[in-house]
């Protein structure tokens, strides 16, 4: 399967923002810190943006399609996106894609995704950190659990889904909007409250600002 390309195609120079972006993500794509972890390092494209979405970990399956949120989690969370007027490239292409960590942890026994360690968390969030130093995003979507985790202090998914927060995070003042894991592990956003409060949260999305800039002319 070929992988996508992620450098700047187009004819357009990149500006001096964009360069460091493109250093970071090639160091990113370089790291090996967490024995336990399985590469690649799944990264997005340079797409320095002001919304900055952060994942949990990449899946089995995006280590060969060579993007988040490239299998069944991202065709719901994508699909939550267009019910709210931006479709997945227009999103891929104008925001941009972290996670807690951007290796595949691997399996548990049971079956499931294995949850990254604390150190595995520790290690990666340097990544994040260079990133929001780098973009200074003011919209943040974390993702699931251990994103929301990252962002806000410990809640039940049913107190922190449908509301936005205003923090500060890796020391760039941001607006929050959390959003549960879209993956066909859970169904927590199958029923209620989660449908509900689901729905509230895309709302409050699409009446953000930052959102409504950056996705306006497309
Ligand atoms: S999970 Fe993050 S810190 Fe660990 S090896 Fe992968 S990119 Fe590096």
């Known amino acids: 399967m070929s992988k996508p390309d992620r450098t700047n195609k187009s004819n357009v120079p990149m500006s001096a923002n964009q360069n460091k972006l493109a250093e970071h993500i090639a160091a990113l794509q370089a790291c090996t810190l967490c024995p336990s972890m399985i590469g690649p390092v799944i990264t997005h494209a340079v797409v320095s943006s002001k919304i900055y979405l952060c994942g949990q970990a990449p899946g089995v399956y995006e280590g060969d399609l060579g ?3 490239a299998w069944t989690a991202g ?3 994508f699909k939550w ?3 709210i007027g931006v479709d997945e490239e227009i999103f891929r292409s104008h925001a941009y894609i972290g996670a807690v960590c951007r290796c595949f942890p691997g399996k548990t026994s049971s079956g499931g995704d294995r949850v990254p360690t604390l150190a595995e968390v520790k290690n990666c969030s340097r990544w994040m ?3 929001f130093k780098l973009l200074q995003p003011q919209l943040v979507i974390p993702v699931g659990r251990l994103a929301i985790d990252v962002f806000l202090p410990k809640q ?3 107190e922190v889904i449908g509301k936005q927060y205003h923090k500060e995070a890796f020391g ?3 607006d929050i909007i959390p959003l549960p894991h879209p993956s066909g592990a859970s169904s ?8 509900t409060l689901t729905k509230e949260a ?8 930052v959102w409504n800039e950056t996705f306006k002319q497309i």
């Open 67 to 69: 993007r988040p949120f």
């Open 75 to 77: 065709k719901t969370l």
């Open 81 to 83: 996106f267009s019910s």
């Open 129 to 131: 950190e260079a990133e």
């Open 156 to 158: 039940k998914l049913s």
């Open 172 to 174: 760039t003042a941001c």
């Open 188 to 195: 927590w956003f199958k029923v209620e409250p989660g449908i």
């Open 202 to 209: 895309l709302v409050l999305l699409s009446a953000h600002p």
